[in-house]
């Protein structure tokens, strides 16, 4: 019930193309749901996040769309650039216990 | 503003040997503080948090053990690697729980022999 599965385990996109990323979880406590991103070598970084009293959050070409009733939540790159190249971690966690659980992580590139 | 250090950034060891990985934070006080262990495929695995000094919590039973002896320096060990133990290991931070926000380190890459 603590997981939280993440899906494709790799993407590849064409410069320009859309890139979307999928999670799904189990446990309905959860409440907070962030995106992050690594590049290699690194350690991640927070790129965008959602609470469920909202469907959207879009920040530049990154758009979380969350579906409580689904339990799933997904990441949309627009306009992908070979910059956004990295690995994509989705997470979550019950706010206030600072835990974050995180998906299994994406490895998307995106070709010139 | 606030940083996050981790060494050593790189570190062969053989099997049975001991292990001691650091990380301290600048900037802030009374951080939370995070272990995470990174496998290839396997995502980014909770291993130990503290939410102040000498406060651990495990998450994973396992052959590592976490101390904290300064407010802002946390401390991965082991008295005996095995070979499951190598990957990369994530210090984070976070101000309180409530925004569930992490800051982490550069990591260190750990390979058992």
């Known amino acids: 019930q603590q997981q939280v599965k993440q899906s494709p385990q790799s993407l590849i996109v064409q410069k320009g193309g859309i890139s979307i990323i999928n999670c799904a979880y189990e446990?309905?406590?959860?409440?907070?749901f962030p995106w992050y991103q690594q590049f290699p070598g690194k350690g991640p970084a927070l790129l965008i996040a959602?609470?469920?009293?909202?469907s959207e959050k879009k920040e530049g070409r990154f758009t979380i769309s969350f579906n409580k009733s689904a339990k799933q939540f997904s990441l949309h790159i627009m306009d992908s650039q070979p910059g956004d190249s990295a690995t994509y971690f989705c997470a979550a966690s019950v706010s206030n216990t600072g835990k974050l659980i995180f998906g299994q992580g994406t490895t998307l590139q995106v070709k010139p | 503003s606030q940083t996050i250090h981790q060494w050593p950034a790189t570190l062969v060891q053989p099997v049975g040997s001991p292990l001691s990985l650091e990380c301290t934070v600048e900037?802030?006080?009374?951080?939370?503080l995070y272990w995470y262990r990174q496998a290839a495929g396997r995502g980014l695995q909770l291993l130990f948090y503290s939410v102040g000094i000498g406060q651990i919590s495990s998450e994973v039973p396992q052959n590592l053990s976490a101390s904290r002896p300064q407010d802002r320096q946390f401390i991965l060990s082991s008295k005996k690697l095995l070979l499951s133990d190598s990957g990369f290991y994530l210090c984070?931070?976070?101000?309180?729980f409530g925004t569930g926000e992490l800051f982490f380190g550069e990591g260190s890459r750990l390979t058992v022999l």
């Open positions: 900037g802030t006080s009374n951080p939370n």
């Open positions: 446990n309905t406590a959860f409440d907070y």
């Open positions: 959602i609470r469920p009293d909202v």
């Open positions: 984070a931070w976070s101000k309180g």
